[in-house]
């Protein structure tokens, strides 16, 4: 028999605040900045998601931060009042990590093991951040990734996409889960690691789409879901409408097709541009632009690496090198005179490079694959659903932020100046 399937108050304000949060983004910063609030206080100051917390090591990292987001936004609130909250801490790296902290008021009330979603969002977290530093930045496969347009619009970076998409993915497997997990041993278990991949997919087209058209369906859809299921009576099940799981299955093929045409008339768009700017016969106007600008960010990285190659240049990056420098042509031709080494997470590999040597970036890709190692191996467990080692995988992502946030990554508009 299937367990029940139950929204509370606590489900429901975090649902609607989703859904407030994506969509003032495209109309009213301030309902943006409201819900954003009310997001991380719900995530936060839960009860049952406390007591939960209390109970687990790992779990009280993921608190800590979430309390941290919360008093970065209202900092960067006070600082760019007009700025979206994800757009006003500079980078979008405190969003994602908020947009899974969100998420465990549903983990803790619901039946399935809190352990292995939690990893899950975290394994999503990861490759969002691979798939922003991978090599194909530079052939700008990323939409929307200027945060100097404060905009009152979504411009999350590749990173940013692909972490809220795996939390609305989340969200979606908890909604219908019945349709991708199954029972075993008294915990809920993926049913086939290939609708993981449909769901999560989907909503990475959605949000890398960047269209009205994407969002509404994805917020028509999602409440449509939960309206299909019939009110649950006292004592008894609810009864399961079959069309609820088709029509996921619908808005994940909308969202493979609609996105990846998307994507690829905007990737093809723009790398024509590219392409046109590359082959003036002006070399200022590559050089400006903003591949140009990363070819230079990769150039000056890697000449700073090479002075120190074994142990790195310690706590000073490459921005606070370039600065010290003075050297003009690692500035970018606008009127602030900004450093090219943006201050969100391009080109992150060679700054841990820059920073920490051979030896530390070797120690770090070591030590995150052990992490996905072991991850893998706990996901395939079937005698132990408890198996899943969320410790160690946490502690990866604290240590990926702390180097490409804490440790003086983040510039403020300020120290670009000339």
């Given at each position: ?35 954003f609030i009310g997001l991380a206080g ?373 120290e670009w100046r000339a």
């Amino acid at each position: 028999m299937q367990p029940s399937f139950h929204l509370s108050k606590a489900h429901r304000a975090g649902f609607f605040l989703i859904h407030l949060y994506a969509f003032s983004a495209w109309f009213n910063p301030i309902l943006n900045h409201l819900a954003f609030i009310g997001l991380a206080g719900l995530g936060t100051l839960h009860r049952p998601t406390r007591a939960w917390l209390i109970q687990r090591t790992e779990a009280r990292c993921a608190m800590g931060f979430a309390v941290l987001i919360l008093a970065l936004s209202l900092k960067g609130m006070l600082e760019f009042p007009h700025a979206l909250p994800g757009q006003a801490l500079t980078t979008s790296k405190w969003v994602l990590l908020s947009g899974f902290a969100f998420l465990l008021p549903w983990l803790s009330n619901s039946r399935i093991k809190p352990e292995n979603l939690f990893g899950l969002a975290l394994l999503g977290l990861l490759i969002g951040m691979l798939l922003h530093t991978a090599p194909g930045k530079l052939l700008r496969f990323n939409i929307g990734s200027d945060h100097t347009n404060w905009q009152p619009h979504f411009q999350f970076s590749t990173a940013g996409m692909a972490g809220l998409s795996g939390g609305l993915s989340l969200l979606g497997l908890l909604m219908f889960k019945e349709r991708f997990f199954e029972e075993k041993n008294g915990a809920w278990r993926l049913k086939g690691p290939l609708w993981l991949i449909a769901v999560y997919l989907s909503g990475y087209m959605l949000i890398a789409s960047q269209s009205r058209i994407s969002w509404l369906a994805l917020g028509v859809t999602l409440p449509l879901g939960l309206l299909l299921r019939r009110k649950k009576a006292k004592g008894t099940q609810p009864v399961k409408r079959p069309h609820t799981a088709n029509l996921m299955m619908l808005v994940v093929a909308f969202a493979l097709i609609f996105g990846a045409w998307k994507n690829l008339a905007i990737f093809q768009e723009r790398m024509t541009r590219d392409l046109e700017v590359f082959s003036a016969t002006k070399t200022e106007r590559f050089e400006g632009s903003s591949t140009g600008l990363r070819l230079k960010m990769m150039e000056f990285g890697l000449q700073s690496f090479s002075e120190h190659p074994i142990l790195g240049w310690g706590n000073r990056g490459s921005a606070s090198i370039a600065k010290e420098k003075g050297n003009e042509r690692y500035r970018s031709p606008e009127p602030d005179g900004r450093l090219i080494w943006f201050p969100h997470l391009h080109n992150t590999y060679l700054e841990i490079l820059v920073r920490f040597g051979g030896v530390g970036f070797l120690m770090f890709i070591a030590a995150l694959l052990s992490s996905v190692l072991r991850l893998k191996r706990s996901l395939r467990e079937e005698t132990n659903p408890n198996a899943l080692n969320v410790g160690v995988f946490t502690g990866m992502g604290l240590l990926f932020f702390a180097i490409c946030g804490l440790a003086g990554f983040q510039i403020m508009q300020e120290e670009w100046r000339a």
